[in-house]
């Protein structure tokens, strides 16, 4: 399955940015799929997980009350609405299952900036 993100940008410190997911098949809506991020001269990390039929979530507690992921099984795309933007939060972000393939498949992501 390919998966494109989209939505990134630059954003002051608590702002706000809308992050998209879009899959290539319809098979996206029988996954769990989550957010993953990477900070420059950092590991890539868990963000935020979904259920395959939305009903569930779990997230990070960096992002715990500020970001919120949904899905839309009928368009393929999955979303992650990040609110009360922190510096720490600059990252490229991905999409992917949850738990991840192994080896893992990674998009070229998204790149989100904070400035402070």
């Known amino acids: 399955v390919q998966l494109v993100e989209s939505g990134g ?9 809308r ?4 899959a290539s098949r319809s098979t996206f809506r029988l996954n769990a799929m989550g957010w993953y991020r990477q900070a420059p001269g950092k ?12 009903g569930s979530t779990n997230y990070a507690g960096s992002v715990k009350g500020r970001f919120t992921i ?4 009928a ?3 999955m979303y992650l609405q ?3 933007l922190k510096a720490e939060d600059t990252a490229v972000y991905y999409c992917n299952t949850v738990p991840l393939a192994v080896p893992p498949s ?5 790149q989100v900036t904070v400035s402070s």
């Open 9 to 17: 940008g630059l954003v002051q410190a608590g702002g706000s940015l």
């Open 19 to 22: 992050l998209s997911c879009v």
């Open 43 to 54: 590991q890539r990390e868990f963000v935020a997980r979904i259920t395959s039929g939305g």
């Open 70 to 73: 949904s899905r839309d099984n």
């Open 75 to 77: 368009k393929n795309t």
């Open 82 to 84: 990040m609110n009360s």
């Open 106 to 110: 990674w998009g070229q992501g998204t």
